[in-house]
């Protein structure tokens, strides 16, 4: 019988953690029975090595699994030198911390089409992580994943396919599964056993994910732009369809609840995965 690893948890402190510090949602974490957190770095890098280490310490203590989200204003597919080395920026320094947090991965916002056609788009893309996977190495930072997250936006790059090519061409970077930016982007429509069909390309030993509800408005046949997350219990999109092929396909997963009432819904997921029994 195959063991399946499902790590669940929130992207941030949890909302019921009296201590808002890092440290003090992992103990939060623990004490809700929850197995993972991404460490959110929304505008800026502002955990300091010194700090990042002794986190990842007690997440090891505390069986954690980290994962680090890099600050939101990333664009390589931007044209402008400045604005793509600033890109690139925070997202090494998101790695520096992810190594001394001992998190696996660091998950962004691969940028905006702009001018470009999809196809340019994706070369810029390519180009920019295979130049982040060379300076990661040059900067001694091992055992970290570069995350491009799949996106909910017409104008963003980050379709799944998109995402796998780039994956495929570059050692050293993954999916980020972000299955509410699916549901958006096809404007309600999603086919969980296509998503894992065209992942199996990838030959994953492990998949890093967010999942939450999402309200998007429609802008053409099957197109639609994500407005703002809503709660699992919305069903837009439905979660035990997802739970269901993961188990069936024995999936080993992480899925970072992005729900306004984060760690609630973990622990939905939690009962979800269980009632169709998986044993923790």
């Known amino acids: 019988m195959v063991n399946i690893l499902i790590w669940l948890g929130p992207a941030g402190v949890p909302i019921s953690s009296k201590d808002r510090s890092t440290l003090g949602g992992l103990r939060r974490i623990a004490e809700l029975g929850l197995n993972a957190m991404e460490v959110e ?10 700090v990042a280490k002794e986190v990842g310490e007690l997440a090891k203590k505390l069986n954690i699994r980290l994962s680090v989200h890099a600050p939101y204003y990333v664009n390589l597919c931007s044209q402008e030198k400045e604005k793509l080395e600033a890109s690139k920026k925070r997202i090494l320094d998101s790695c520096e911390r992810a190594s001394f947090l001992q998190a696996d991965i660091i998950t962004f916002h691969p940028g905006f089409y702009g001018k470009l056609t999809p196809d340019r788009a994706l070369e810029s893309v390519k180009k920019a992580c295979e130049d982040l996977i060379k300076r990661m190495k040059s900067n001694g930072i091992k055992n970290v994943i570069l995350g491009l997250e799949t996106m909910g936006k017409q104008a963003t790059f980050g379709t799944v396919e998109e995402i796998v090519k780039i994956c495929k061409e570059v050692k050293g970077c993954a999916p980020v599964i972000d299955f509410a930016h699916v549901f958006a982007r096809q404007a309600g429509k999603i086919n969980y056993v296509e998503i894992f069909d065209k992942l199996e390309l990838l030959k994953l030993e492990h ?10 408005s429609r802008v053409g046949p099957e197109k639609g732009n994500e407005k703002y997350h809503l709660e699992l219990k919305s069903n837009k999109p439905s979660f035990e369809p997802l739970a269901k092929e993961i188990l069936e396909r024995k999936i080993n997963i992480t899925i970072i609840s992005e729900s306004p009432i984060l760690e609630q819904d973990s622990l939905s997921m939690v009962q979800i995965f269980r009632k169709l029994g998986h044993k923790f």
């Open 207 to 216: 998949l890093h994910s967010h999942f939450t509800g999402v309200e998007f």
């Open 41 to 50: 770095f929304v505008r800026r890098v502002g955990m300091s090595n010194e």
